[in-house]
């Protein structure tokens, strides 16, 4: 036994690997990414990121079938990609222990909604488990593969952004392999309708087994304290409550908040004089709780929007809310802009002088939307831009102006092939650009199935763009730089000016990335600079205007000279020096 100061989703991936898991697959999403960026340090574990979460799950559901205990992570949305599978693996459960991580982001902190994906494990009719810190997250994950195993179904691990990337104490243990044979079963694997019709009553059946389990497990407790308010909670909000009230209040705290213990909340309601549910988000469990036909409270006095604190809880409960301190000064706003170099500036750059109506994809290259470039004009999910270009030129033909789909080469691999391959099949004229940065950049420069490499680094199968694009039956694909503006602005005329469909792949790794290696840094001559600004119209953040004239800023700058290439007066030249 070791004591350990460890990330929430450090602590899932030592969970991982004392509980015996030999498999993971995952697509990276935060907050859930470096659950799997762990795993892959212990060389017991065999780890990939997969091209989607539904990939992603149906592997793991393999690896499990073969005998050998499974894992895969995705944030709230991917679980959504994966619910094909998740919902039939429900009814035919697993053969080695199967455990499932799905990071809610309530506050949207890096995300497209702040959807409550305990709806799912009721919809699915699998267990949910939830902590509420490290320690629990360490343990939930060894629990998760014993329910698992012992009442035949993957289990559904919920974290949040605060349980996932803050730290506490962990005890560490040892790690116990766990093995189990395959074995043919065709009336419980394959669910065609005649055997499907007879899982469900089993589903049913272990539900209600589950339900009696959550009565007596360890991990949904009662905390009595003063018995005028007791509160329904879990996962953070527990710390939240703790922090704000301590031992003044009696806490009914859940582990498992699916499927709920009936008697247990009965029996705690009827020890004190009024019931609250504190949860972040839908009201999930008071729903279920007023169900029962009891007297609660919960959503009529906390929102059910944006990530809750003990300050917000405090407010909410009319309690002193500590004050704080605050600097004198106000803080200038910093809206989030692409890095200085970022190679999708200046493709950007040159659809909006094209005038064009850019459909965007999920990816940092959504930051495109933001002023100065303002290119971006929807972002709806993973892949959707294809289908949605797709559907624009559709319905309104040549009327539809020059429509344009951005997707980048991770997401392209996610989802967006199969919106390609219906361009293809149904012929719009489409024009598809491929922002190939060659990394997974916003999640953390994770490895795709077009980068080459595998999560370790190491050299993995690549699939080519280009030849992918070709065999789909695409007759024009073209490869640009996107740092050349000209060149960049001459690929997206001509393919607009085609009657068919295409694909312009532009093509430049990412500037954070390591093995990229810079120009020097750009000065400008402030004698040529009239400071006209027209630098500032690729909105870099290597770039200012000091006393009417720009600046750079040689400690950001790549020395890209995508600015350089709008300068009327050539003012800006290269130093020469490393940045």
Known sequence: MKKELMLGNKAIARGLYEAGVCFVSSYPGTPSTEITEEAVKYDEIYCEWAPNEKVAMESAFGASLAGRRAFCAQKHVGLNVAADPLFTMSYTGVNAGLVIVVADDAGMHSSQNEQDSRHYA????????????????????????ELSERFDTPVLLKTCTRVAHSQSVVETGERVEQEKPYAKDIAKYVMMPGNAKKRHPIVEARTKALREYAETAEINHVEMGGTD?????????????????????????????????????????????????VEELDDVIEQQVRAMGL?????????????????????????????????????????????????????????????????????????????????????????????????????????????????????????????????????????IVILDNSITGMTGHQQNPATGYNIKGEP????????????????????????????????????????????????????????????????????????????????????????????????????????????????????????
């Open 295 to 431: 007297t609660v409270s919960g959503r009529d006095i906390l929102p059910g929007i944006d990530e809750f604190s003990q300050n917000k809880l405090a407010a909410a409960f009319d309690r002193e809310v500590p004050k704080g301190t605050s600097i004198a000064e106000p803080v200038p706003p910093r809206p989030p802009v692409m890095c200085a170099g970022c190679p999708h500036r200046g493709m950007f750059y040159a659809l909006k002088k094209r005038k064009c109506t850019v459909l965007g994809d999920i990816g940092c290259y959504t930051l495109g939307a933001v002023p100065p470039l303002g290119a971006i004009e929807m972002t709806l999910c993973m892949g959707a831009s294809i289908g949605a270009t797709h559907g624009f030129h559709k319905v309104l033909g040549e009327k539809a102006g020059n429509v344009v789909a951005v997707i980048g080469d991770s997401t392209f691999m996610h989802s967006g092939m199969t919106g390609l391959a219906n361009v293809a099949y149904n012929q719009s004229a489409s024009t």
């Open 122 to 145: 009721i919809a699915a009719k699998v267990p949910m488990l939830e902590p509420a810190d490290s320690a629990e997250a360490l343990a939930f994950t060894k629990l998760a593969y």
């Open 460 to 579: 993995a199968g690549r699939i080519d763009l280009e030849a992918l694009c070709w065999a789909m039956g695409f007759k024009r694909v073209r490869v640009v730089d996107p740092y050349d503006l000209k060149a960049c602005d001459t690929a997206i005329a001509e393919e607009l000016a085609v009657d068919e469909a295409s694909v312009i792949i532009s093509r430049r790794p990412c500037a954070l990335l390591k093995k990229v290696k810079h120009r020097p840094p750009l000065v400008v001559d402030k004698e040529k600079c009239i400071g006209c600004k027209s630098c500032m119209r690729v909105g870099c953040p290597a770039i200012s205007m000091k006393e009417g004239k720009a600046v750079v800023d040689a400690t950001q700058c790549v020395g890209c000279e995508v600015c350089s290439q709008l300068c009327p007066k050539q003012a800006f030249s290269s130093t020469g020096e490393k940045g």
């Open 229 to 277: 308010l007791g509160i329904i909670t879990a996962s953070t909000s527990y710390q939240y409550v703790k922090e704000v009230f301590g031992d003044e209040v009696s806490v009914l705290k859940l582990g498992m908040t699916n499927p709920l213990p009936d008697k247990l909340i009965r029996d705690f309601a009827a020890k004190v004089k009024k019931l609250v549910v």
